[in-house]
């Protein structure tokens, strides 16, 4: 069974940096797609950002390029999420996932419905204060 652990998640001011990480275990982590999605109060979960197996592609939200970078350690099956410039409209609940066949792309990621995925971690709590 796929295991998904986030962390690094707190309460930080608007402009502020924080960099979250993912350890993934129970599947061949170098095989797939990695991504990060958030889901703040009352709203529907949402995709954030996702790097290709090999680390050298990557897609994001609109509203966080520019100031979030995803990366990923494959020898540690981690992969980070490294956000700056936060603004109040980033606070929500952020998880990690892999993505649900092997060897695809981070826009192939970022276009999956939500239903198809079958497990999440519990998440790490991101809060930006004004």
């Known amino acids: 069974q796929v295991q998904l652990v986030e962390s690094g998640g707190g309460l930080v001011q608007a402009g502020g940096s924080l960099r979250l990480s993912c350890a993934a275990s129970?599947?061949?982590?170098?095989?797939?797609?990695m991504g990060w999605f958030r889901q703040a109060p009352g709203k529907e979960r949402e995709f954030v950002a996702a790097?290709?197996?090999?680390?050298?592609?990557?897609y994001y939200l609109d509203s966080v390029k520019g100031r979030f970078a995803i990366s990923r350690d494959n020898a540690k099956s981690t992969v980070y999420l490294q956000m700056n410039s936060l603004k109040p409209e980033d606070t929500a609940v952020y998880y990690c996932n892999n993505d649900t066949l092997p060897l695809r792309t981070p826009l192939a990621m970022a276009t999956n419905p939500l239903s198809e995925y079958k497990y999440w971690g519990q998440g790490t709590q991101v809060t930006v204060s004004s």
């Open positions: 790097i290709d197996w090999r680390g050298g592609s990557t």
């Open positions: 129970g599947r061949t982590f170098t095989t797939y797609v």
